[in-house]
């Protein structure tokens, strides 16, 4: 992926942008401005926020991250992924919390991509990423049960258990006419793609059952009923009231909002790649996204990120430029002007039926069961942050989620890292030698030990144990690194003291055949210096040959030792 800090936008008009494919492009971004509109409507509902927020979000974060992206055929917005989040936070701290939050994680964002991490973010753990997308899921899911079913519930409880239980406890106070227009609406968003691809399912679900409901006068909660009407026209923008101790409040929220908008966005990019067989700029692309968080704010929005859906729907449609995204908030604006007025009639158990089959979509349950076929760690850190995401807090299920992911890894680096004392085996035939070692001598006085894997803080205490298996100190100590590839500070500094407590035996310690990233990392903490030059030798022949020299200088030296041979 390129790294370069330029919108795509510029580099597309640079290289030349036809008539041909504006009209490709304004085809697209009319088909997806269209997809945008029921499911910005529905997330915004689901995150416990107004409809026409959504629509801001859609319109002005998308058009900014359009202008400023790094791919070309993205489309951002409001997604099922923040519903969790952005209610949990609104639920607690209004929305004036979310504004915070919400730019906060903006300028996360756009110092990650001035930092140039966009790279970094490959690194999250695939059984991470796939617990939290399926606990989100299942939490979009039932949220939606009092609208599908039209229960009679004046407030749900936030807790996914409390969900349930409440369901439970008013499961007879269903609507009947609001689950038949929620089953009809389901069915018609299953079954419409069988007819075609060109007009979404789910607008047309929303234009059917409005009308029925409409025309029969059913008693089914419309977004009017609960919400008011919808404006149509775009709020002044206003920079919200932020306070030091709502900063420090959500400035934890803000760290998943934007971890989340990066994880997505970039994922949605890669999606457009392979569909279209381009390169995005991962940083400029955090750059963007942070933007348009910001200005989303700035309006009265809500969080935006890549939309993955949407983004393919703009592709299939002929969408290649990002000027297709800029004519998907042109016409999410129009329709806002024009038509805002009659979302007010939408009926709330169609929207639900929509999110029911978005969280579907997002639910990954393919990949989620495939994951039980992993290491055992792989399982415990998919299953734990499944869990902490569905029971607890999604910003816990990712912090524990990594943290246990790295340690894990960390286990396993250590557990791969190996400190063997080789000198009576050092003479033994090694296919990996390039010179035949078999007649090899280690003279008496010298001991050798090889590492395999790298020396990280990781494995400090079995280097030290692996120290202790010599019975005498020797006089002249040789740690064999050639297969390290890599050393830490605290690697470093179990090296320094290493030195200092061989020299203060009156012994010399030596290393053989050092990598390129020890043997900078010890230049530049100033380790090479204190051991000298001399004592890092190429190889382990050079090694021997040095410590023969140093013996020879030695009084008492009577005799060398042959190689153990087998």
Known sequence: MHTRLEPKLIAIFREGYSKKQFFSDLAAGLTVGVVALPLAIAFAIASGVKPEQGLYTAIIGGFVIAVLGGSRAQISGPTGAFIVIIYGIVQQHGYAGLAVATLIAGVILVLMGLAKMGALLKFIPYPVTVGFTSGIALIIF??????????????????????????????????????????????????????????????????????????????????????????GHFPAPHIPVVSWQLVQEMFSPAVTIALLAALESLLAAVVADGMLGTRHRSNMELIAQGAGNIASILFGGIPATGAIARTATNIKSGGRTPVAAIIHSITLTLILLFFGKWAALIPMTTLAATLIVVAYNMSEWHAFINLFRSPKSDIAVLVVTFSLTVLIDLTVAIQVGVLMA?????????????????????????????????????????????????????????????????????????????????????????????????????????????????????????????????????????????????????????????????
Do not use: C
Request: hydrophobic letters at 45%; proline letters at 5%.
């Open 406 to 566: 790295a340690f894990l890894f960390l286990q396993r680096m250590s557990d791969e890292t190996q400190i063997n004392l080789i000198t009576a085996s050092l003479g033994e035939r090694d296919e990996s030698e390039a010179r035949d070692i078999s007649k090899l001598e280690v003279p008496h006085g010298v001991e050798v030990f090889e590492i395999y894997g790298s020396l990280f803080f990781g494995v400090i205490e079995r280097f030290k144990d692996a120290m202790l298996r010599v019975e005498k100190s020797p006089k002249i100590l040789i740690i064999r690194m050639r297969h390290v590839v890599a050393i830490d500070a605290t690697g470093l500094q179990i090296m320094e003291e290493l030195l200092a407590g061989t020299r203060k035996r009156g012994a010399t310690l030596m290393l053989s055949a050092v990598a390129s990233q020890p043997v900078a990392a010890m230049r530049q903490s100033g380790f090479l210096g204190r051991l000298g030059e001399e004592n890092i030798a190429d190889n382990i022949y050079d090694a021997l040959d040095r410590a023969k020299a140093i013996l020879s200088e030695l009084p008492d030296e009577k005799s060398k030792r042959p190689a153990h041979k087998t």
């Open 142 to 231: 039932s949220s939606q049960i009092r609208d599908f079913a039209g229960l009679q519930i004046d407030k749900v409880p936030a807790e996914f258990i409390g969900k349930w239980i409440a369901y439970e406890q008013y499961a007879m106070t269903f609507s009947p006419h609001a689950l038949a227009v929620g089953a009809l609406s389901l069915l018609i968003i299953l079954l419409w793609p069988r007819i075609t691809h060109r007009i979404p399912g789910p607008l047309v679900a929303i234009v059917a059952m409005t009308a029925m409901v409409q025309v029969l006068h059913l008693p089914v909660e419309t977004i009017g009923s609960r919400f008011g009407s919808v404006p």
